[in-house]
């Protein structure tokens, strides 16, 4: 009785690491789809060596290795990191650091901006036109939204 419990167990192992392995692997003949979600006749035979691959003890690393060799980089969905593929590794955060930065320059600027104005007022240094400007826009509320003056009170406004 407990060997057939074992030998369960063994096989749940198994398929498990088996359908694990099999999510990540491309179907080459599909291309879209991963080897586990396929059903090409390559498909098939790529998810029967994954398994007698796992029942002869090899590991999951030692699987992928020679998936690899056999079939090229591209059947693994995760390609891995060499200097080849850094650019598209580090790409995603080498834009949003550049977006980050742009951002804390622009409000850097615009409240340094606002202060020195704020202090040059207060001291009663005359600020210039575009200094004025600013401030009016700032100081200024928006006009309400959704209310637009009809034709003749903007007649009469003249």
């Given at each position: 009785?407990?060997?057939?419990?074992d030998?369960?167990?063994?096989?749940?192992?198994?398929?498990?690491?088996?359908?694990?392995?099999?999510?990540?692997?491309?179907?080459?003949e599909?291309?879209?789809?991963?080897?586990?979600?396929?059903?090409?006749?390559?498909a098939?035979?790529?998810?029967?060596?994954?398994?007698?691959?796992?029942?002869?003890?090899?590991?999951?690393k030692?699987?992928?290795k020679?998936?690899?060799e056999?079939?090229?980089?591209?059947?693994?969905?995760?390609p891995k990191?060499d200097?080849?593929t850094?650019a598209?590794?580090?790409?995603?955060l080498l834009?949003?650091?550049?977006?980050?930065?742009?951002?804390g320059?622009?409000?850097h600027?615009?409240?340094?901006?606002?202060?020195?104005?704020?202090?040059n007022?207060v001291?009663?240094?005359?600020?210039?036109p575009?200094?004025?400007?600013?401030m009016?826009?700032?100081l200024t509320?928006p006009?309400?939204?959704?209310?637009?003056p009809?034709?003749?009170?903007?007649?009469?406004?003249?």
């Amino acid at each position: 009785m407990e060997n057939k419990d074992d030998e369960v167990k063994k096989s749940q192992v198994v398929d498990a690491r088996a359908r694990n392995i099999s999510h990540n692997v491309r179907c080459t003949e599909c291309g879209s789809q991963s080897i586990e979600d396929s059903q090409a006749d390559i498909a098939i035979l790529l998810r029967k060596l994954i398994r007698d691959e796992i029942r002869s003890g090899k590991s999951d690393k030692e699987i992928y290795k020679k998936l690899e060799e056999d079939y090229g980089e591209t059947v693994l969905y995760a390609p891995k990191f060499d200097l080849q593929t850094a650019a598209l590794w580090l790409s995603p955060l080498l834009v949003a650091g550049a977006a980050a930065g742009v951002w804390g320059y622009k409000k850097h600027r615009q409240k340094t901006n606002v202060h020195i104005m704020a202090l040059n007022l207060v001291r009663g240094v005359p600020l210039t036109p575009k200094e004025k400007e600013t401030m009016l826009d700032l100081l200024t509320p928006p006009p309400p939204q959704g209310v637009t003056p009809s034709l003749w009170n903007r007649w009469q406004s003249r």
